[in-house]
């Protein structure tokens, strides 16, 4: 055994109805490292953590910790914390309705001598924690009213707390900005320093390199390798995680942006909703690619909500194809030829327990109106087209949609829009969570729909996914359009945009 | 053969319907003839017939409940005073106000039960108005009617049991002449093949779904939640005047504070025991309606068993714990665990045997 090795995990073998998740997987992680786990979506980088957390129990395989006596068998998570395994998910695990405080000590609070909560004490260490952190907040308001990346350190903050060994970061990162990354990376620094072992799971390569110690590459549920960040550069890491050279993504810049016509399709004349989103114009041409740009919480999301109708507008006029869209809801809109792929995944997109074909064909359906039933034997063939076509990796049509990685989910849902075939089709950060493979699929697919005459709205946070893509950027800030960066006078470059959304003088 | 079997086991139906055998099993010991059906007086006469018949107005319930359960992760619990309103309301019509016994009707008697049926729709709108419109919790919203429906049946009656002895109207809940068959099950049997033929031929069954299940991504998909929501309502206010009907029929008279006295409970127990998950979303139709019935022979079988009516419900208490404890998931779940420990146990008792 390697000195300093806080778990091993050997063998690892775990199977759902149909697919083999993990195929003899490892996993070593050391005493004061950050480790990173890479891998596409589906290459069971989630199995294996849910394995070690007791979320899973594995089917065969050995785990082993310091300190611990034996093969280890968690049977929840609560098992995995009490031998100081701590989880923090991608999706914030925290109550909204209740206090900062009482968040951070859910479980374990302070007692006064009658029994009762200490609620002077909670507070006031829970201040202190949240201090610590340079995180300024008032502990005492509900969860609610911080913003996600805010709810995910207090989750980070809870899990420290309670004095684990082990720290299992789910892609903490993909909805905090570069501001609130730089605070994060120093809080794992500090624990690194203090001998915790860190796993980090992420998308992002960038933030590999600028933390990382160790970084672990899975594919198709098997172990590819354990290396040093110092002996796997970016291509080869990639390369691993794809399991073939891979096609860079210059690649489709050098493809181009294709050329669209002069046929307005979607115009927007002051439009606005009382509230999120101050009145805008705004204009698609027949096969045009723009992309929505800001800081998140800057209105970009809550601007496409508004012309698809998503949010009904409290003012303005929208216009498709030269006529006037009153759309009182969605069903207006998907009339129109509208389609929208919501940032939100699990709360707006994904219908849990339907299976893969279910939601699939829910747009077309509720187009056709609940008369008109798809024959059961045209929506198999529907969604084999495009479980083929966007090669959704599932086990079958009738899989539930909860049971199949983010990514793939992501591509359920694109293809509930794509076989309505929208002539307006809004894609609000498709790419989040996904990995690097899934994502530049994502980039071609909006250039392949946009040669076919589709106008297609692009929201990315990545601003070198959207100048690859996009023939325009309109910049959000404070719920305001602000301006406009056009490709074609050269403009458009990562400098511009980031100082559009900085708001500094150019 | 042994996967064969498997996938039976995992169906849905499986574990309700096994339950509704076993019941009747229970009752072939105890009674030899408790499947004889024979013909007295015309009509036919049996245990199977009674539960059949006398099932019929949970079972019409049944399906009201199921797809309010579905749409809104909620309950209808006034279908049980919708049931005794919608008696009143069509007694009162075809009596006269104030008229507490009545051989001749005051207006035909299709117009006094549209009559009935439009009150009962009018209830299941209110609460859909209030479930889907307003977001008002489900229980709290039935609630509502629970108490006030039956309350304003007994208004509508001038506070008096008002009796209806028109032959025709006791057809509903009895038999027609010269048919041997309960009325009462024909009218189920309607019932149900409406509804079902409607959720297979139309796309309602998955827009009920989706909105149990996410409502808000529904709608960004194009439904419009609200009016799905408000639509099974009006479907469950339906059934439970129809149930009604059924009901006052039996007793040709509008017995407000009797008529659907706690069938409410029943019609949610009857989902429930169908293996449908009162957390909405996937619904399985059938199972409430083999729910409904499996009740039903539950209270027959203690009845025949001399069970006193006032023990009755303690013993039922026994064996519904008893159904849902079988279906739950964490019960499924340590079965599955013992298995797999049984299976790893004997794996390693191979391999030592072998090295």
């Not at chain 1, 181009?256 to 909703?273: N, P, R, Y």
């Not at chain 1, 698809?308 to 009182?328: F, I, N, Q, R």
Request: proline share 3%; with cysteine.
């Amino acid at each position: 055994m390697i000195n300093n090795v806080l778990i091993e995990m050997r063998d690892i073998t775990k199977t759902f109805p149909g697919v083999v998740a993990l195929d003899h997987a490892q996993l070593t992680l050391r005493k004061g490292e950050i480790h990173a786990l890479m891998g596409e979506n589906g290459a069971g980088k989630s199995t294996i953590i849910k394995c070690l957390t007791g979320v899973y129990e594995r089917d065969s395989g050995e785990v082993h910790m310091e300190g611990v006596e034996g093969n280890i068998y968690n049977h929840s998570t609560m098992d995995a914390q009490n031998i100081g395994i701590a989880t923090v998910y991608q999706e914030v695990n925290l109550c909204p309705n209740l206090s900062v405080a009482e968040n951070l000590f859910i479980g374990r609070e302070p007692k006064t001598k009658l029994g009762t909560v200490d609620w002077k004490t909670m507070n006031r260490k829970a201040r202190k924690i949240m201090d610590d952190l340079d995180i300024p907040i008032d502990v005492t308001k509900t969860l609610d009213n911080y913003s996600l990346a805010i709810q995910q350190m207090i989750a980070i903050a809870r899990a420290v707390d309670m004095d684990c060994r082990v720290l299992i970061l789910d892609e903490p990162t993909s909805s905090l900005d570069d501001n609130e990354v730089e605070k994060l990376f120093k809080l794992m620094t500090d624990l690194k320093n203090k001998g915790v072992g860190i796993l980090f799971v992420t998308h992002f390569l960038e933030q590999v390199y600028a933390v990382c110690d160790r970084i672990t590459v899975m594919r198709n549920g098997t172990f590819v390798g354990d290396y040093s960040v110092q002996e796997l550069p970016r291509v080869k890491l990639v390369a691993a995680m794809l399991g073939k050279d891979f096609d860079d993504l210059a690649a489709i810049k050098a493809e181009g942006h294709s050329s669209f016509s002069d046929e307005v399709v979607v115009e927007a004349e002051e439009l606005s909703h009382k509230g999120t989103i101050k009145p805008f114009n705004f204009k698609i041409h027949k096969g045009e690619v723009v992309g929505v740009t800001g800081l998140l919480g800057s209105g970009r999301s809550e601007m496409v909500r508004c012309i698809y109708g998503a949010d009904k507008p409290t003012g303005g006029k929208l216009s498709m194809h030269g006529k006037e869209l009153k759309a009182k809801a969605p069903i207006d809109s998907i009339r129109a030829g509208m389609g929208y792929l919501p940032d939100d995944r699990k709360a707006d997109g994904c219908i849990g327990e339907l299976s893969v074909r279910e939601n699939i064909i829910l747009a077309l359906q509720a187009r056709n109106g609940v008369f008109k039933r798809i024959p059961i034997k045209e929506q198999n063939r529907i969604a084999d087209e495009f479980i083929k076509m966007l090669q959704i990796k599932t086990a079958s049509r009738e899989t539930p949609i909860n049971q199949l990685s983010g990514g793939n989910q992501q591509k359920v849902i694109l293809a509930r829009w794509l076989c309505t075939h929208p002539d307006f089709l809004i894609l609000d950060e498709p790419t989040r969570g996904i990995d690097i493979g899934t994502k530049t699929e994502f980039q071609k697919l909006v250039l392949e729909f946009a040669k076919q005459g589709m106008s297609v709205i692009f929201i990315s946070s990545e601003i070198e996914e959207m100048i690859r893509t996009c023939t325009r950027m309109c910049v959000m800030r404070d719920g305001q359009k602000v301006g406009e960066i056009s490709s074609e006078e050269g403009a458009m470059t990562q400098q511009a945009v980031m100082g559009a959304i900085a708001g500094g003088e150019k | 053969m042994t996967g064969k079997l498997k996938t039976l086991t995992k169906n849905q139906l499986f574990l309700p319907f096994a339950m509704m055998v076993l019941v009747l099993l229970i009752n072939l010991i105890k009674s030899p003839d408790f499947f004889a059906i024979n013909i007295q007086n015309g009509v036919l006469y049996g245990r199977l017939i009674d539960i059949l018949n006398r099932g019929s107005e949970i079972a019409i319930l049944a399906v009201g409940q199921t797809l309010v359960v579905a749409v809104s992760a909620g309950t209808d619990i006034s279908v049980g005073s919708v049931m005794s309103l919608t008696a009143c309301g069509t007694c009162m019509l075809l009596a006269g106000y104030g008229v507490n016994s009545t051989t001749t009707l005051a207006v035909p008697l299709v117009v006094g039960l549209l009559f009935g049926l439009v009150l009962a729709m009018c209830c299941g709108a209110f609460n859909g108005f209030l479930v889907s419109k307003l977001n008002i919790q489900p229980m709290v919203a039935t609630l509502i009617l629970f108490t006030a429906a039956r309350a304003i049946g007994l208004l509508l009656c001038n506070n008096q049991i008002t009796y209806i002895r028109y032959e025709p109207y006791k057809y509903f809940g009895n038999f027609i002449p010269g048919c041997p068959v309960p009325t009462a099950i024909f009218i189920t049997v309607v019932v149900v093949a409406i509804v079902m033929l409607f959720l297979k031929k139309t796309a309602m069954g998955l827009y009920i779904q989706s909105v149990g299940i996410n409502k808000k991504a529904a709608r960004i998909s194009g439904l419009n939640s609200s009016n799905i929501c408000f639509m099974c309502y009006l479907i469950c206010g339906l059934c439970a005047g129809i149930a009604g009907i059924v009901a006052s029929s039996r007793i040709y008279s509008a017995d407000s504070n009797n008529i659907g006295r706690n069938y409410e409970l029943d019609s949610i127990l009857a989902v429930a025991l169908g293996g449908n998950s009162l957390g909405g979303g996937r619904f399985n139709m059938a199972g409430s309606i083999i729910g409904a019935y499996t009740i039903q022979a539950i209270t027959v079988t203690l009845l025949a068993m001399g069970v006193s009516t006032d023990q009755a419900p303690v013993v039922k208490a026994i064996i519904v714990v008893l159904i849902v404890t079988a279906q739950a998931p964490a019960f499924k779940a340590f079965l599955a665990e013992r298995k797999a420990k049984k299976l790893v146990q004997e794996n390693e008792t191979q391999k030592k045997e072998a090295a």
